[in-house]
T-cell receptor, first 113, second 109 residues
Framework: IAGITQAPTSQILAAGRRMTLRCTQD?????MYWYRQDLGLGLRLIHY???????GKGEVPDGYSVSRANTDDFPLTLASAVPSQTSVYFC????????????FGPGTRLTVL | GQNIDQPTEMTATEGAIVQINCTYQ??????LFWYQQHAGEAPTFLSY??LDGLEEKGRFSSFLSRSKGYSYLLLKELQMKDSASYLC??????????WGAGTKLIIKP
């Protein structure tokens, strides 16, 4: 079934630990995105990639890094997790055209203690 | 700064009609999106407006007025499964989506 998968579904992490959230899409979309969603706030863009090999910073990039080695995968790494990074993380992808729509993965619920 | 405003919560009755408003102030405009998000799930695409006017898609319609920085989502013949949050998002001059906090819609029988 075509779509976006994320792993893990949920994770509890000790502060200071390193964590990589995985995202894979099989729709051959050029663009991919990482958002965080916190209660009472809109989705906020962390990092994005318009095409394989390129990445860019979004609204809230501090404490996060990404890579885009190929079209399908777009992992998000927290180098040293802090409690303020407790959130639900959504990966999304789009074809990259001007009128395109973003499609979302199921999300990862991350708790940093 | 950039801002998307929508009501935090609305309540409606099964079978009725509800209108969810969204006002925006963004640096540039390249389209407005509405997404539906059920609790604990991912947002799913509902509609896209880039020109002024009404776009109809089954029970859902979306309206845009670019001069007023205003959009609404109209849901007709409400069903219990429509209970969800509805997210308004505007694509700005950098082609990034700016998201509202969402409107939680509660449907009562």
């Amino acid at each position: 079934i075509a779509g976006i998968t994320q792993a893990p579904t949920s994770q509890i992490l000790a502060a200071g630990r390193r964590m990589t959230l995985r995202c894979t899409q099989d729709m051959r979309h050029n663009a991919m995105y990482w958002y965080r969603q916190d209660l009472g706030l809109g989705l906020r863009l962390i990092h994005y990639s318009n095409t394989a090999g390129t990445t860019g910073k979004g609204e809230v990039p501090d404490g996060y890094s990404v890579s885009r080695a190929n079209t399908d995968d777009f992992p998000l790494t927290l180098a040293s997790a802090v409690p303020s990074q407790t959130s639900v993380y959504f990966c999304a992808s789009s074809s990259g055209l001007e009128t395109d729509t973003q499609y979302f993965g199921p999300g990862t619920r991350l708790t940093v203690l | 700064g950039q801002n998307i405003d929508q009501p935090t919560e609305m309540t409606a009755t099964e079978g009725a009609i509800v209108q969810i408003n969204c006002t925006y102030q963004t640096s540039g405009f390249n389209g407005l999106f509405w997404y539906q998000q059920h609790a604990g799930e991912a947002p799913t695409f509902l509609s896209y407006n880039v020109l002024d006017g009404l776009e109809e898609k089954g029970r859902f319609s979306s309206f845009l007025s670019r001069s007023k920085g205003y959009s609404y989502l109209l849901l007709k013949e409400l069903q219990m499964k429509d209970s969800a949050s509805y997210l308004c998002a505007v694509r700005d001059s950098n082609y990034q989506l700016i998201w509202g906090a969402g409107t939680k819609l509660i449907i009562k029988p």
